[in-house]
């Protein structure tokens, strides 16, 4: 049982260029999501999904796109990247039922230069 | 929307008890969640609470009052492992969404 897989771990992107983030879990949890974690501050949503097929915009997604295909996997797209996207990437998922707290993928440390 | 409020940091010492404080705003509340976070590692989850009261689980306690838009997390016996951030979130079920909003995060230090 992996729980959420995220990768790549670390990344260096050229302003402008374009990447995805892989974000993957085995626990059949509907809900996913991406948030972003700049120093000193909490977790900022930037799209979630409550199933295949279903995606929405949290508080931050600007420059950013989603695709829910499958249960299991939910990438993150940087169309064009900026040094403003300079960040850590966490993915989460849970069940939407009961006492679910997330669990998170290890990160993705992004510098985009 | 939702507004959460946590104090940026705390100190407290080995064996001894404290208390980290959380407020909120929100609407369309569907439970509050504590989780800890090691300094360059993702989060893990706490506690959940989603009525009124304490729930314990072992060293840590979380406590709800949603009249008041109040929670705390009571780690008690701190231990040198405990120095973390500690970051409150409320999930929002509108729409069957189930998305959480957090805070800040609370910088614990524990010192000897």
């Known amino acids: 049982n992996a729980g959420v897989t995220q990768t790549p771990k670390f990344q260096v992107l050229k302003t402008g260029q374009s990447m995805t983030l892989q974000c993957a879990q085995d626990?059949?949890?509907?809900?996913m999501s991406w948030y972003r974690q700049d120093p000193g501050m909490g977790l900022r949503l930037i799209h979630y999904?409550?199933?295949?097929?279903?995606?929405d915009q949290g508080e931050v997604p600007n420059g950013y796109n989603v695709s829910r295909s499958t249960t299991e996997d939910f990438p993150l797209r940087l169309l064009s990247a900026a040094p403003s996207q300079t960040s850590v990437y966490f993915c989460?998922?849970?069940?939407?039922?009961?006492?679910?707290?997330?669990?998170f993928g290890s990160g993705t440390r992004l510098t985009v230069v | 929307g939702q507004n959460i409020d946590q104090p940026t940091e705390m100190t407290a010492t080995e064996g001894a008890i404290v208390q980290i404080n959380c407020t909120y705003q929100?609407?369309?509340?569907?439970?509050l969640f504590w989780y800890q976070q090691h300094a360059g590692e993702a989060p893990t989850f706490l506690s959940y609470?989603?009525?009124?009261g304490l729930e314990e689980k072992g060293r840590f306690s979380s406590f709800l009052s949603r009249s008041k838009g109040y929670s705390y997390l009571l780690l008690k016996e701190l231990q040198m492992k405990d120095s973390a951030s500690y970051l409150c979130?409320?999930?929002?079920?509108?729409?069957?969404?189930?998305?959480?909003?957090f805070g800040d995060g609370t910088t614990l230090t524990v010192k000897p």
């Open positions: 989460a998922s849970s069940t939407t039922r009961g006492a679910a707290g997330y669990t």
């Open positions: 626990m059949n949890h509907e809900y």
């Open positions: 999904s409550v199933g295949a097929g279903i995606t």
């Open positions: 929100t609407s369309g509340f569907n439970g």
């Open positions: 609470n989603v009525l009124d």
């Open positions: 979130a409320v999930r929002d079920m509108r729409r069957n969404a189930g998305k959480s909003t």
